[in-house]
């Protein structure tokens, strides 16, 4: 409140003289355990009368105040904060604005309608990880909505071992989950084979209950297929995971669920969980190349007070 002290130019007061009010703001509830958006941008209107004190209305789920009309033609080619995503990656389109990148992008990494070659590490990264020098095969979106679904196609078919691509729910290196199919060696055979992954990762925020690894064998039909990954996030606040074919996606495989703390607080207090796509070669030197395609992000509700969830108008 003191940024333009001592002038006349209140950037806290609209055209009209009204007072606001920004703050950042959770929605955990006290116990602050489950919030996955993490801190979030918050407008209350407030008033403050000569000689007295600021008064400000409490944040709510749904407020009220002295706003503008709704003005959507505005110049400039960005989206808005409640739209969802319906990507195709036609040639020569650029990547849209609102992807977002973890470490600076390597642009060899990643373009439109070519593929995501494999980053040395995967999401979780080692101790000798550069990320001036290498990058990090990923790409995503926020999350911003309470309940959402998200699908993405990926054609993928590794011939080196431990090579992987997939989608995940991404908070940091040291928080995630992730979804992918995985090209790795038989335990009895030693043979090359693809499994899919379920795997959540938690080792910024300990103590809490992680479900393990999960693998299963790729159905010997599915090989080399387009495979559709869609993650659900539900009124329950638990992720779900599941992989299907391009061209039989309601014959899904459902690979896990993880409850929405794994990505709230711990080591990413601030900033809010992602929604991706990733490639990785996990230490190794092969460069298959994992493709993918129809990524599609659809908001769905938003919860605006404990259990009470409204849907969202796109």
């Not at 995503?85 to 439109?112: G, M, N, V, Y």
Request: proline share 8%; net charge negative.
């Amino acid at each position: 409140m003191l940024t333009a002290n001592n002038t006349d130019a209140f950037f806290q007061t609209d055209a009209a003289g009204n007072w606001w009010c920004v703050a950042l703001a959770t929605r955990s509830g006290p116990a602050w355990e489950m919030y996955p958006m993490g801190r979030e941008t918050v407008l209350s209107p407030m008033t403050w009368d000569e000689g007295g004190w600021s008064i400000i209305d409490p944040i709510q789920g749904t407020m009220s105040g002295p706003l503008p009309p709704n003005n959507t033609d505005l110049p400039g080619d960005g989206f808005w904060a409640h739209e969802g995503d319906e990507e195709a990656f036609h040639p020569e389109t650029q990547i849209p604005r609102q992807f977002l990148f973890w470490r600076p992008p390597k642009e060899s990494l990643l373009k439109c309608l070519r593929p995501v070659s494999p980053s040395r590490v995967n999401l979780t990264a080692d101790s000798q990880f550069e990320p001036l020098e290498e990058g990090m095969g990923f790409i995503s979106r926020k999350q911003s909505s309470s309940v959402f679904q998200f699908t993405v196609d990926l054609e993928f078919d590794p011939k080196d071992a431990d090579k992987d691509a997939g989608a995940t729910v991404f908070l940091t290196q040291y928080q995630h989950i992730d979804v992918s199919v995985l090209n790795t060696r038989s335990s009895s055979t030693r043979e090359l084979e693809q499994k899919f992954r379920f795997r959540p990762e938690a080792l910024g925020k300990p103590g809490i209950e992680v479900l393990p690894t999960r693998t299963i064998t790729v159905p010997q039909a599915w090989v080399g297929k387009h495979i559709r990954f869609t993650i659900t996030l539900d009124e329950c606040q638990a992720y779900n995971f599941t992989v299907a074919l391009v061209d039989k996606p309601d014959d899904k495989i459902w690979m896990g669920s993880a409850n929405a703390d794994i990505v709230s607080g711990g080591s990413g207090p601030f900033h809010g969980t992602l929604l991706g796509v990733f490639a990785a070669s996990n230490g190794g030197t092969g460069k298959t190349a994992a493709y993918f395609s129809r990524w599609r992000y659809h908001p769905l509700k938003q919860e605006v007070e404990s259990g009470v969830f409204l849907p969202v108008q796109e």
